[in-house]
């Protein structure tokens, strides 16, 4: 594997080329944005950028690859228009992953006549040359040997890819996200916690702990000698009463106001780019703390 396509260059586009040219591979980019060119290269500032090249047509970058990287907009006909250009232009033997945060996979190969089976989603996490999850999902003719290849690339560049059995809107990860925001929101709208006393709440609590350990294995761990089998004997009962509590919201405008006010109250007197590279920071510093523990599963 020596050359990626990265299609679309946005948010997500320049992180994935940034992780991959760090890689040391080579990249071709494509993006139909007027400066498209100039706003990637100035996305790159820590990256060699010598090994990269950007193309105006996405067929030109497919054609070029050895593994497609799609970041285009959310939207299912701009990935159908985009899969099929995609799909006419590489190898056969190239596979085409989304970087889509809830499409199914089976529902963007539909722009594939060629070669469905090569289609998979390579769901990252924001910033993907930080984070390391990637969620690799099959649509229904997706070939198991394609997420082998997938799995495998994803690895070979640092990242910790996950494989899904079938796949569901919004993946694993965004699932679990909105299942989480669904009650937040709720409690922000009962008037039961402000926006920046819940965000205190999983930042300062269970949040450091999920950064280390997944949900069930802390779950296990405060279970003490008996484990998640006493957890879910002792404190599953209480818990399903809370479920049967908790939340429901809908989007309102009212709400997303009282939401977008509640953050910006939160974040009054903070510089954005000092909070993200602050952010960065903290991560980069716990990524390599993790990885001198080799207990960490
Ligand atoms: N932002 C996130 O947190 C995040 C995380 C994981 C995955 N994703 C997914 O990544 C993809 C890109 O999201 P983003 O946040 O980078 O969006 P973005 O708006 O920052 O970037 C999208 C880019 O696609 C370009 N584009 C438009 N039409 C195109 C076309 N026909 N061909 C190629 N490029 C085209 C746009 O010019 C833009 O630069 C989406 O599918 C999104 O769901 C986003």
New binding site residues.
């Given amino acids: 594997m020596t050359t990626v396509a990265i299609?679309?260059?946005?948010?997500?586009?320049a992180s994935w080329a940034e992780l991959f040219l760090g890689h040391g591979l080579d990249v071709v980019a494509?993006?139909?944005?007027p400066g498209?060119e100039e706003r990637l290269r100035s996305a790159l500032e820590d990256a060699p950028t010598d090994r990269l090249r950007f193309v105006a047509d996405?067929g030109e970058a497919a054609a070029a690859a050895d593994f497609v990287q799609e970041?285009?907009?959310?939207r299912e006909d701009?990935k159908h228009?985009?899969f099929a250009v995609l799909d006419e232009a590489a190898r056969p033997d190239v596979v085409l992953a989304?970087?889509?945060?809830?499409l199914l996979p089976s529902v963007i190969a539909q722009g594939c006549p060629k070669h469905p089976e090569r289609v998979v989603v390579g769901?990252?996490?924001?910033p993907p040359h930080l984070i390391p999850l990637v969620e690799v999902v099959p649509g229904r003719r997706t070939a198991p040997e394609v997420v082998d290849r997938a799995v495998a690339f994803y690895t070979s560049v640092g990242k910790r890819p996950i494989r899904l059995a079938q796949e569901v809107p919004g993946h694993v990860a965004n699932r679990l996200q909105a299942a989480l925001w669904q009650e937040a929101y709720s409690l922000v709208e009962r008037g039961v916690a402000t926006v920046a006393d819940i965000d205190t709440a999983i930042a300062y609590g269970p949040g450091l702990r999920w950064a280390v350990l997944g949900p069930f294995v802390n779950q296990h761990l405060s279970g003490g000698a008996g484990g998640l089998a006493h957890v879910l004997a002792h404190l599953g009962p209480p818990t399903e009463e809370w479920w049967r509590d908790l939340g429901r919201v809908h989007l309102t405008p009212e709400l997303a106001e009282t939401l977008v006010a509640g953050v910006d109250a939160e974040l009054a007197g903070t510089d954005d780019r000092a909070l993200v590279t602050a952010r960065d920071a903290v991560l980069n510093a716990l990524l390599a703390a993790k990885a001198a523990q080799p207990d960490l599963p």
């Fill in positions: 299609v679309g260059t946005g948010v997500i586009g494509t993006d139909p944005a498209a996405p970041n285009g907009p959310e701009v228009a985009l989304s970087s889509s945060s809830g769901h990252p996490f924001n």
